[in-house]
Each structure stands twice: as structure tokens, then as C-alpha cells.
């Protein structure tokens, strides 16, 4: 089995060899992927599925845009918009253009690149269906000039702050925000979340969904390194602890 399944709320966190769970959050570990995997999949899936699929119902011939493809999130969104049928972009920075090419989509280097010049080029300024998010601040300002004028959908997993409205609003688009961990804090939708693990299983069963883990193992013994390769943004994938 595998899930999100605490360490927000009064729920009991995963470093340890035992945990409590409630049995609706979880659903069967898919074949194709290791136990490590597993545990890297939960909070990426789920955030990037209720983005791109419960909030902006990616289908078949759209174009999506993620920003942050690299990222935990953003591999994996990348991976269910192609599933859905999408064609997928990414912004990223110049180290991360080769995973984000390589998980297939185009990639986009957002410190040389303006939004207006990748909007033009990639869809000859019309803008993208969907834009996803990842990384708030001002690219959530920057998504809502990247988006199609009157049916584009912009979805944030980092929609808190000040943001000026205007650019979305003269587009006549959308917005949707996205809390993962709603269901844990207040114990709604649960039963959706390992719906959603269920449904991402069965993708990864087919191949077509795997998270990129870092190579580096980490402990109970070593886990404020791990916590500190997070907080630096040095990793090169996932990270994931192992416990023995």
C-alpha cells in the first residue's frame, strides 16, 4: 500500500517504523514501482492531479504549460498531461532542461526566455489551455498572461500572496487553487485521495507514470541532511528516506 497519510493536523508523520493511518487515504502500491518510489509518488500525484485533472480537466490535443517541470510536482504533472493526450511545456532553469525533455516535454528556460516570446513561439500568441503552477509568487502572475483568452485555465498549487487579477480578467479565462491537504487537516475527501492513488496506480501500471528519485539514500539517522537538501534546492529528483 502506499499514500499521504499524516504529518500535518494531529495526523502522526511518516519517519517512523510504524504509523496509525486512516485507511481511506491509501490504495495498492502499483507493481512496476519499487517501495522507494512508491513513497516519492503520494504528495506529487495527488497535488498535480487535482490540478490537471479535478480542476482543469486537461484532455486530448490541448496544450499545457507547466512551470516548475523539474520540480517533485512538476515531473509528475508533466507525465499525466501526456497521459491525458496533452501537449506538454515546461519552464525550468538551464540545469533542469534535459530531465524536463527527457520526461517529454518542451522545455522552456524561463531566465532567457520572456512569457511573452514562449507564448508567441509556442502558440503563436494565442496561449496555452492550461497552465499549472508550481511555483507561486510572480510566476503565478506570469501564468495569468501566459494563458488563452477566454477558455484558458490557470491552476496554482502556490496561490497565496497579492496578485493582480487584471491580466486573467482581460483574458476572460479562469483560476482554480489547489490545497492537498485539506482532506488530512479536516478530515473531508479523504476517500477522493486514494481515489486519485488508485487511478495514478493504474497509470503507472501501464507504464506511463514514475517519479525521478534522487540518488542519494537517507536514514532516520540521517534525516536532517535530507530535510536540508529540500530546504537548498539541490536535489536532483525526489527525496526519499528510508526506513529500516
Known sequence: MYGLTGGVGDLQGSLAEYAAVDARLLARKPEPLSLREAAALPLAVITAWEALVDRARVTTGQQVLVHGGAG??????????RARGAQVFATGSPRSLTTIARLGATPIDYTTTPVEDYVAEHTDGEGFDVVFD????????????????????VVSALGWGTHSLAPLSFRGA???????????????????????????????????????????????????????????????????????
Not at 517533485?72 to 498531461?81: K, L, M, N, Y
Not at 508550481?134 to 485555465?153: E, M, N, Q
Open 72 to 81: 517533485g510536482v512538476g515531473q509528475v504533472a508533466i507525465q499525466i498531461a
Open 134 to 153: 508550481t511555483i507561486g509568487g510572480t510566476t503565478l502572475d506570469l501564468s495569468f498572461s501566459a494563458v488563452r483568452t477566454y477558455t484558458g485555465h
Open 174 to 244: 479562469s483560476y482554480s487553487g489547489v490545497f492537498t491537504l485539506m482532506p488530512m487537516l479536516t478530515g473531508r475527501g479523504r476517500e477522493h485521495h486514494g481515489k486519485i492513488l488508485r487511478e495514478a496506480g493504474a497509470l503507472a501500471d501501464a507504464q506511463a507514470l514514475r517519479p525521478l528519485l534522487d540518488p542519494r539514500r537517507f536514514t532516520l539517522a540521517t534525516v536532517d541532511d535530507a530535510h536540508a537538501v529540500v530546504e537548498n534546492g539541490t536535489s536532483n529528483g525526489k527525496i526519499v528516506v528510508d526506513v529500516e
